[in-house]
């Protein structure tokens, strides 16, 4: 091959590098612009992935919970209420289980006014987000919990 010849396949594999650079980087504006649009304040959104991966997401959220604090998470799971027997406080969890359904984690969270209507009925699916938060006992300084503050529950999982 000539001299002349690699120069102008060098030119064209460039361009062509280029080309599909430019590409990928329109999609991801694109893909990032209608994400926005449609969930702009979401900075987590667990409601599409799979059980295994949200149940994974979660995990990591009780270990370490200090790196989401006042990050939005938006989750799929199952609308459960506790309440304790000694002060009659009510709490409400979105439960989630991973891929097999033998193993829960619940995420406490506090609704924001005007979305208790929005609730299933008890142990029925659901989704939800709110801020992630990391809040201390008043009893125990020491001991600490996460709730996912100002919760929006999405009509028909959307």
Avoid: W
């Avoid at 979401?42 to 270990?63: G, H, P, R």
């Amino acid at each position: 091959m000539t001299n002349n010849k690699k120069t102008k396949l060098i030119i064209i594999i460039i361009t062509l590098l280029a080309f599909v650079s430019i590409c990928i980087g329109v999609t991801l504006h694109i893909v990032a612009h209608n994400k926005a649009k449609t969930d702009g304040h979401v900075d987590i959104d667990l409601s599409t992935m799979s059980a295994t991966a949200i149940y994974s997401e979660v995990s990591n959220m009780m270990t370490d919970p200090k790196k989401y604090v006042g990050k939005t998470i938006k989750v799929k799971g199952y609308y459960t209420v506790s309440i304790d027997p000694g002060t009659g406080e009510r709490y409400t969890y979105c439960l989630i289980p991973d891929a097999t359904e033998c193993c829960q984690q619940g995420l406490l969270f506090k609704l924001k006014k005007g979305e208790a209507s929005k609730l299933p009925a008890e142990d029925k699916k659901f989704v939800i987000s709110g801020k992630f938060t990391l809040k201390t006992l008043p009893e125990d300084k020491n001991a600490t919990y996460v709730e996912l503050e100002n919760a929006k529950v999405y009509k028909d999982g959307k």
